[in-house]
Structures are given as structure tokens and as C-alpha cells.
């Protein structure tokens, strides 16, 4: 992701644009999300959902990007159910 950058956002993030528009259009209210352990600083020990976010390349963002894009939707459409 770091030699293409452009091509990683454009993917996963319209990607995602996408699947929530179809979702919404067609009446699909729920989803689980899995992300990438790319989205936590690096660390020695092993990585939990109560470390540190922080991303080191262009497809970790990506995947911090479209976590808060859900989060975001499903606040903004109560029916939506997003689980990350």
C-alpha cells in the first residue's frame, strides 16, 4: 500500500461507499466489519481492542477510515447495526 497509496483509498474506501449505499437502498440493516490489526500503533506485546490506535501505512488508514465511516452511518441511521 505504500508504493500505491491512491489505489488502496480509492478501493476500500469507495469500496465501502458502496456496500452501504446498496445496503441502505435495498434494506440491509446490519454488519460485521472486520478490520485489521493495522489500525493499532505497532507494539511488542500482543495486540488488543484496548491499545493505542494508529496507523503505519496507507491500508491501515483506509481500514481507520472506513471504521469511522460505519460508525458514523450507523449514527446517523438508527436502523443500521454495525459491529466492529
Known amino acids: 500500500s505504500v508504493a500505491k497509496p491512491l489505489f488502496y483509498y480509492e ?10 449505499n446498496s445496503m441502505i437502498k435495498h ?3 446490519a454488519m460485521v466489519f472486520s478490520s485489521s490489526a493495522t ?10 481492542e484496548l ?4 496507523c503505519t501505512n496507507p ?14 452511518t450507523a449514527k446517523a441511521n438508527s436502523q443500521l447495526k454495525i459491529e466492529l
Open 11 to 20: 478501493n476500500n474506501i469507495n469500496g465501502t461507499l458502496n456496500i452501504l
Open 39 to 48: 489500525v493499532y500503533k505497532p507494539c511488542e506485546e500482543p495486540i488488543d
Open 27 to 29: 434494506g440491509c440493516n
Open 51 to 54: 491499545k493505542p490506535l494508529g
Open 59 to 72: 491500508y491501515g488508514w483506509t481500514k481507520f477510515m472506513i471504521e469511522e465511516i460505519l460508525m458514523d
